[in-house]
């Protein structure tokens, strides 16, 4: 393999630190030339600006190699931007071969809680303002809304949506767990081979893919201005639902430094849908192999869907009946709620559940977001 230059960064938090170091002399001895700070970049005479000295050694590298946990670094007021942020924008620029590892907590707190509100916020600014938030005012409002987890630094929010802008993919880091860098490198090569001669075929897939998430858009947008009359066929609207609904792992997160898996849960199995009336929660249809009643009375705290309807429009929750093994996951969306029937790993009991009901909801409400949306869209919009 010939020797390349590769940039490293981070911020210099103490989490990624024994990281940086390793990834330092794993590169070294596999015969490249590694670039960073605090090994043989910096530190500087007080005449040298070290934010120049980075830049222009990003510029002479061949790769730039980004780590991302849950700092943002020394933000310049001058620039509006972080250190690090201006070294990816500058590695970006110059069109170096850009590697990025997000920590994978962080990544899906992003693409399923922070992203959404960030473009809400962003759509209604400019509505607004006639013209784009600045950073500081994205920070502001990510800092002061408590359903965006507050031990992730506001501005790590900032940086990965700059990222998604520039189509910039973020791969999975598990603090903690090292990274084969031999053999990704070597695959990395063994994939741009292979790549090249696909390279129109994938400029042709992201553009689909931005004309999907155009068209996913514009369908929230939509949808609530719809009056939709009723349903044709409820239970094949539930049958649809649940097949494109798989199981997963449930992880048990350590803070920034690891993660376990605690369990797993299977495919969706059952949905059952529930209309409130005058009288109650009126049964409207089922799938799968639930059991049903006719009506739960408001006043019915055993019911799961009445607990959920308590918790206002829209509003979600995760249970467990032991009895049954079984998670439930229930919706709220105006008059109606669904309950998706999950079977748990045979070797959950209540106790564990409370134990790990934080890892279970995480698991289950940010595996499929797109299409509990679109649900909760659907329902929202019916209308007697």
């Known amino acids: 393999m010939a020797r390349t230059k590769i940039f490293i960064s981070s911020v210099n938090e103490d989490g990624l630190k024994p990281l940086r170091r390793s990834v330092f002399r794993e590169l070294e001895s596999l015969g490249h030339e590694p670039v960073m700070w605090e090994e043989n970049l910096g530190p500087w005479p007080a005449h ?17 190699l980004l780590f991302i946990g849950d700092k943002a670094g020394t933000y310049h007021d001058k620039a509006s931007r972080t250190i690090t942020h201006m070294e990816f924008i500058k590695a970006h620029e110059e069109e170096k071969s850009i590697l990025v590892f997000g920590d994978v907590e962080i990544k899906a707190a992003f693409f399923s809680k922070v992203r959404p509100l960030l473009e809400q916020f962003i759509d209604g600014y400019i509505s607004k303002e006639d013209r784009f938030p600045s950073p500081s005012h994205m920070m502001e409002m990510l800092r002061n809304d408590d ?24 791969d999975d880091l ?7 860098w031999k053999t990704y490198f070597s695959d990395l090569l063994r994939r741009g081979s292979l790549l090249l001669p696909l390279e129109e075929s994938i400029e042709q897939n992201a553009e689909r893919l931005d004309q999907f998430d155009e068209a996913f858009e514009l369908l929230t947008g939509l949808m609530p201005q719809l009056q939709i009359t009723g349903f044709r066929q409820a239970q094949k609207f539930l049958e649809l639902m649940i097949s494109r609904l798989p ?38 249809a089922k799938a799968g192999t639930a059991a049903s009643v006719p009506i739960f009375m408001l006043d019915d705290k055993s ?26 996951h229930c919706i709220r969306s105006g008059n109606y709620v669904i309950t998706l029937h999950y079977p748990a790993d045979p070797d959950w009991n209540y106790k564990k559940f409370i134990h790990y009901k934080e890892s279970v909801n995480h698991a289950i409400m940010s595996k499929n977001p797109l299409i509990i949306e679109f649900i909760k869209l659907c329902l929202g919009g019916m209308h007697p």
Request: glycine letters at 8%; charged letters at 20%.
């Open 247 to 284: 199981g997963g792992m449930i992880e048990q997160q350590y803070g920034q430094y690891m993660s376990e898996s605690v369990g797993h849960y299977d495919d969706c199995c059952a949905a059952t849908l529930y209309e409130l009336r005058d009288n109650g929660l009126n049964f409207v």
């Open 174 to 180: 598990s603090i903690g767990v090292m990274i084969d």
């Open 303 to 328: 019911s799961y869907a009445v607990l959920t309807l308590e918790l206002g429009d829209p509003g979600e929750q995760v249970f467990f009946k032991e009895a049954k093994n079984m998670i439930y």
């Open 48 to 64: 040298v600006d070290p934010v120049v000295r980075c830049l222009e050694a990003v510029e002479q590298c061949d790769i730039y």
């Open 147 to 170: 359903r965006v987890p507050k031990n992730i630094d506001p501005y790590v929010w900032f940086l990965l949506y700059d990222m998604m802008l520039r189509k910039v993919y973020i």
